[in-house]
């Protein structure tokens, strides 16, 4: 479970009962910074956007070449479709919710059969979680936790989270972590940085990236500081 995988970062914001200004509900631009796994300095550009109900961000290298990328498609206030690909390593993976039947289909392995989960409660996919807290800041911001699934398409299963939030400054800050005690020593704690207007400035926690190959990923921690508006809605459909 230390693969906590599936952008838990990811940076895309949806419209919400939280008034968000244009600049965070047009996506953004960062940079991240590896921390970890031997990488220690190792960067990464980020681009989040929002396309109608598509939501995606991608993780490239420094030379521009992509190293990952995920999408959600939304109707009706939750997420339907999501595609998680890790370039470096031959992983595409996809899921499609149908009521509250979840299938996981792994593309880069045709000789696995798919996956089925069933979805209980707020069930929660790649970019879908930041816009999620984003309108929640303010039962965040008046210390209620908050719980909910989320999806980690590539172990076919979703697990248990608590948010938390509190300030930071004039920032609030969200803690998240594993709601189960047996499998929070697993998971490791990230944690989100938002203005007092509700937009993402910083992330701190594991990435979307992964080194190694298909067989035997090494996972990556970092911090992903956000900067600037950007507006791309003329990206085709990654599904």
Same mark, same amino acid.
């Given at each position: 479970?230390?693969?906590?995988? /599936?952008?838990? *970062?990811?940076?895309?914001i949806?419209?919400?009962?939280?008034a968000m200004? #244009?600049? /965070?509900?047009?996506?953004?631009?960062?940079?991240?910074?590896?921390r &970890?796994g031997?990488?220690?300095?190792?960067?990464?550009?980020?681009?989040? &956007?929002?396309?109608?109900?598509?939501? &995606?961000?991608?993780?490239?290298?420094?030379?521009g070449?992509?190293a990952?990328l995920?999408? +959600?498609?939304?109707? !009706?206030?939750?997420?339907?479709?999501?595609?998680?690909?890790?370039?470096?390593?031959g992983?595409d993976?996809r899921?499609? %919710?149908?009521?509250? +039947?979840?299938?996981?289909?792994?593309?880069? %392995?045709?000789? %696995?059969?798919?996956?089925?989960?069933t /979805?209980?409660?707020?069930?929660?996919?790649?970019?879908e979680? =930041? #816009?999620f807290?984003?309108? $929640?800041?303010?039962?965040?911001?008046?210390?209620?936790?908050?719980?909910?699934?989320?999806?980690?398409?590539?172990?076919?299963?979703?697990?248990? *989270?608590?948010?938390?939030?509190?300030?930071h400054?004039? !920032?609030?800050? =969200?803690?998240?972590?594993?709601?189960?005690?047996?499998?929070?020593? *697993?998971?490791?704690?990230?944690?989100? $940085? *938002?203005?007092?207007?509700? +937009?993402?400035r910083?992330? =701190?926690?594991?990435?979307?990236p =992964?080194?190694?190959?298909? $067989?035997?990923?090494?996972a990556?921690?970092? +911090?992903?500081?956000m @900067?600037?508006?950007? #507006?791309?809605?003329?990206?085709?459909?990654? @599904?």
């Amino acid at each position: 479970m230390r693969t906590m995988v /599936a952008s838990i *970062f990811a940076i895309v914001i949806i419209a919400s009962a939280v008034a968000m200004p #244009s600049t /965070a509900l047009e996506g953004g631009r960062g940079e991240a910074v590896i921390r &970890s796994g031997g990488a220690d300095g190792l960067r990464y550009l980020v681009t989040a &956007s929002r396309c109608a109900d598509r939501l &995606s961000t991608e993780w490239r290298h420094q030379d521009g070449s992509l190293a990952a990328l995920e999408e +959600v498609e939304l109707a !009706d206030g939750r997420w339907t479709r999501y595609r998680l690909r890790r370039a470096n390593v031959g992983q595409d993976l996809r899921a499609e %919710r149908r009521g509250d +039947v979840v299938t996981i289909i792994d593309a880069s %392995r045709p000789d %696995r059969g798919p996956a089925r989960l069933t /979805a209980r409660g707020t069930l929660l996919a790649g970019p879908e979680l =930041v #816009s999620f807290l984003q309108a $929640r800041l303010t039962e965040l911001r008046a210390g209620r936790s908050l719980e909910f699934q989320y999806l980690l398409a590539d172990r076919g299963t979703a697990i248990g *989270f608590i948010a938390r939030g509190r300030l930071h400054g004039e !920032d609030i800050e =969200v803690a998240l972590e594993a709601s189960s005690a047996l499998v929070r020593p *697993f998971v490791p704690a990230t944690t989100f $940085r *938002f203005s007092p207007d509700g +937009v993402l400035r910083q992330v =701190v926690g594991r990435m979307l990236p =992964v080194l190694g190959d298909a $067989r035997s990923q090494k996972a990556l921690d970092g +911090v992903l500081k956000m @900067s600037g508006p950007q #507006s791309t809605c003329n990206k085709k459909s990654l @599904s």
